[in-house]
């Protein structure tokens, strides 16, 4: 763990935090960590959601006109 964390511009050296800030700290660190994580899943999902709602368009094309986009377009799988 380094003992340097950043708030609000500032460093300041945790090696000299009583054990509560210590933990304080670390709780913090986990806390950005795990925003960190969870702003990545949530790109996940999000593209996830988008090819979805792609394919869900292209089967309701299918089902209205017969015409397969995939076909059409090429599928590359």
């Known amino acids: 763990?380094?003992?340097?964390?950043?708030?609000?511009?500032?460093?300041?050296?945790?090696?000299?935090?009583?054990?509560?800030?210590?933990?304080?700290?670390?709780?913090?660190?986990f806390a950005q960590q795990r925003l960190q994580d969870l702003a990545s899943e949530?790109?996940?999902?999000?593209?996830?959601?988008q090819v979805y709602l792609t394919t869900l368009k292209a089967e309701i094309v299918k089902a209205r006109t017969g015409v397969d986009l995939?076909?059409?377009f090429g599928n590359d799988d």
């Open 70 to 72: 995939h076909d059409l």
């Open 1 to 29: 763990m380094t003992p340097l964390v950043k708030i609000n511009g500032a460093e300041l050296d945790t090696s000299r935090l009583s054990p509560e800030g210590q933990r304080l700290v670390g709780l913090m660190r």
């Open 42 to 49: 949530l790109a996940l999902l999000e593209t996830a959601r």
